[in-house]
């Protein structure tokens, strides 16, 4: 096995994705040294990077699987309705 087997992975990651994950190792990083880590803005701010990863993740993973997105869609609106239609 050579070890640029898996070169083909780091071309298909998107460039907002290494620019979210780098501005998370810096964000833990300035509140190591800071001594930040109890404080309201570092999780603020690391739960922001996490949501905006995880819907970047989502956005991606949609346009690669549609009809799986597509079904799951509306299983959980049929979901939600029957939910709204019990109660």
Known sequence: MTPY???SLSSTIPWSTRIYVLLGVLL?????VFNAWHTN?????AFAVAGVLLAETIIVSAHRHPRLWQLLFWG????????????
């Open 76 to 87: 959980l609106l049929l979901a939600l309705l029957g939910f709204l239609l019990i109660g």
């Open 28 to 32: 833990m990083g300035g509140a190591w």
């Open 5 to 7: 087997a898996n070169s």
């Open 41 to 45: 803005w570092a999780l603020a701010i």
